[in-house]
């Protein structure tokens, strides 16, 4: 565990040193600053923009981050030959895979938290009550970042950096449809049944993560409700991770 | 190239006269082009999948941008993208209240004020209240775009019964109810509806009622001068040839100007007094008979 540890710290520290990083959270607190410009051109609905775009903001750049520095975690290592005198040390490849999964996992918590905060900032500079209400739907947002980052990983365990990254935002963009997929025999009545019905449940529903809407209309997320959604995000991480596990065991790092 | 910055300044004189140029050719105030290349809400929907909230917000903008650039601008003033831009707004966010509420009006008052479709408004407004089944604002603004612009008196005090019994619903709406029933469409419900509106309402709709409690106002002093006439016609026993006379007579102190500052047109053939049809308050199809 101490070995998981040290590599996930590793991994925070290297990707807090990526460029991509702080261009994406630029772009996240200018996005939601400008909330504060847009509020005014609107009429009646200042608060609910400001929300609606900082909430945005932490799901697409979190999504944005976690893809695009996901994807290079294990390759980036493989490619530079840093990962051969670290497996040569006593650190299975289990500890090294799921160690760099945790590294940006922290990487994203931090990213989230500050985002968080400068969305709260925004709110109190313009006079509103910084309402800890949102986190009902940011932790979700988190839940669901976590489960890109497991993606990403798995992706970049069986191919290149960039094919990876069209892969996982191709997932991504699915899971994102769920509700189209399920309902795809309305359209397409010549589907078999089972088809909807398995690639729904098979792929992940990111739809599960987003109470956007629901937590800037004040509207209440049951305990049980995020309970279920943080087992989904779970359980399909620990799926994704350990068939990530089994692909880089098996992966002739010569 | 020693110094590319000293070279960058004369060059962004250049793009400064450039764009002078430009200006002169196509206009500076030019305003953005009318077009909407998505319109129907749900496949718009479609293409934001958990940005809903997000692209409704920034429809709404649009919405709001393109009446207010319509009004000031537009030759057509019909503002042909007001209804597809509210639509798309409300299927991204079917709860947005504001969408229903001022885009009714947008959409429901006369050209060049609005879009001049008062059936369009009642259908947006009919279609907010089915979304948000507890709110009684949005039904009240039906029950008022009923009597003002449809003249549905019934169904305007049904509606306005049906949101006194919403939650949180505002203690008058049942005398207002019973007095359209009771009184049809006179001129003091239309009053207190538009002060109603006036004081929930802001920006653009805040002005635009203002102007309708004008209009009423200018229609009201109007009748009151076409009574001093028939005073003035009872002591002479003739008719006054100008309102000049009544205001000789001492009958009238002020001068007989609407809030505009335009004269009232007087007609010394039936004594009668209306808003000059070159007054902004000006609006012949709510003149009384």
Known sequence: MRRVGAVAFNTYRETVRERVLYNLVFFAILMTLSGVLLGQLSIRQDEKIIKDIGLASMDLFGTLIAIFIGVGLVNKEIERRSLYPLLAKPLAREEFFVGKFLGLCFTLLVNVAVMTVGLWLTLAATGRRPDPHL????????????????LALVFSTLTSPALAAVCTVGVVLVGRFSDV?????????????????????????????DFKDRVVYGDPVSAQTLLWVTAY????????????????????LQ | MKRPAILALPVLALVFWVQVRIDRQLGAARTQQDVLYLWSGPHVRRLFPGFEGLAADLYWLRTVQYFGS??????????????????ITVTLDPRMEVAYRYGAIFLGEPVPLGAGRPREAVALLERGAQALTDNWRIRQDLGFLLFLYLDDYRRAAEVLLEASRRPGAAFWLKNMAADILARGGDRATAR???RQIYEQSEGVVRANALINLQVLEAFEQADRLTRLV???TRRHGRRPRSLDEVRASGLLRSPAVDSSGTPFVYDAETGRVRVSPQSILHRPDRESP
């Open chain 1, 135 to 150: 986190l009902a739907a940011i932790f979700p947002i988190y839940l669901g970042l976590m489960l890109v980052v497991a």
């Open chain 1, 233 to 252: 995000a779970l359980l399909y991480v620990a799926v994704l991770i350990l068939g990530g596990l089994a692909v880089f065991r098996t992966r002739d």
């Open chain 2, 192 to 194: 207190q509806m538009w």
């Open chain 1, 181 to 209: 997929i399920r309902s795809m025999r309305e359209v397409a009545p010549g589907v078999p049944r089972w088809m909807p019905n398995g690639l729904y449940y098979l792929l992940p529903n990111f739809r599960n993560f």
């Open chain 2, 70 to 87: 319509s009004r000031a601008f537009a030759q057509d003033t019909r503002m042909p993208l007001l209804g597809p831009l509210l639509d």
């Open chain 2, 230 to 232: 028939e005073e003035l």
